[in-house]
């Protein structure tokens, strides 16, 4: 198995609930096997750009063009864009959930072929200090 591949288990939808409202608020209805995974890929061209700071095409830009194939199979990235949102989801940090749904079956985590792993990079619009031990972020000036 190549490590650098990871699968898009033919998701369905994904949100998060944060302080108890949904993000996103409509579900993607995403269905990889027959080509309908548009909203995914388009969050994360847009991420790309916010990361990035580029307004250019992605394959006018100097950041890594990852075209919707390339999506597909070997970069599933979700990405949810909250900076717009109010600031009480702030205060709901330990209220987190991530639901998933899958148009097939998945195996769980410890599984005999692996199972399924899902990995959350939180990258915030400013600089934080993050203290796991405390379960403490603290923004820095």
């Not at 990405?79 to 097939?104: P, R, Y």
Request: hydrophobic fraction near 35%; charge should be neutral.
């Amino acid at each position: 198995m190549d490590n650098s591949q990871f699968d898009y288990m033919n998701f369905k939808n994904l949100w998060f609930n944060i302080g108890g409202k949904r993000y996103p608020e409509d579900p993607w209805e995403l269905d990889f096997d027959n080509g309908r995974y548009a909203l995914a890929y388009d969050a994360f061209l847009n991420f790309q750009r916010r990361f990035f700071k580029t307004d250019s095409p992605p394959y006018m830009a100097t950041i890594p063009y990852v075209d919707k194939n390339n999506f597909k199979s070997m970069y599933p990235i979700y990405s949810f864009d909250l900076t717009n949102q109010t600031e009480s989801i702030s205060n709901a940090k330990s209220k987190i959930t991530l639901h998933v749904g899958f148009n097939k079956q998945v195996s769980p985590p410890g599984g005999a072929n692996e199972g399924t792993i899902c990995y959350i990079v939180v990258v915030p619009n400013c600089v934080v200090h993050y203290e796991p031990a405390k379960n403490k972020i603290t923004k820095i000036d």
